[in-house]
Nanobody, 123 residues
Framework: QVQLVESGGGSVQSGGSLRLSCAASGYTYIMGWFRQAPGKEREGVAC???????RYADSVKGRFTISHDNAENSLYLQMNSLKPEDTAMYYC????????????????????WGQGTQVTVSS
């Protein structure tokens, strides 16, 4: 079992920055960030395999950076140049076992989920 606890959400103006954190208990092979805005489907934002392989959604490339602290077993998402369309509930998710070293942006592949942290970007 893996427990995930997110923190760091909040309200910022367009162009601002936020850093999300996710503390994990237990072994994780792949971790990722997902988001869901009201009335929209869940979207994969960024994910990271244990050795450092990363993937990003096209909508956040160049603005968001995912990182992991192995010693703390924590996942981070640095979000810069935030836009109103980034407004959503952000979720941390994890996989313990996966057939590939390429981490998936498909939320269906993830087995463990946090409770989410709200990010609101105003124009």
């Amino acid at each position: 079992q893996v427990q995930l606890v997110e923190s760091g959400g909040g309200s910022v103006q367009s162009g601002g920055s936020l850093r999300l954190s996710c503390a994990a208990s237990g072994y994780t092979y792949i971790m990722g960030w997902f988001r869901q805005a009201p009335g929209k489907e869940r979207e994969g934002v960024a994910c990271m395999q244990h050795s450092g392989v990363t993937r990003y959604a096209d909508s956040v490339k160049g603005r968001f950076t995912i990182s992991h602290d192995n010693a703390e077993n924590s996942l981070y998402l640095q979000m810069n140049s935030l836009k109103p369309e980034d407004t959503a509930m952000y979720y941390c998710a994890a996989i313990q076992h996966y057939y590939s070293t390429i981490p998936p942006l498909n939320g269906g592949a993830y087995h463990y989920w946090g409770q989410g942290t709200q990010v609101t970007v105003s124009s």
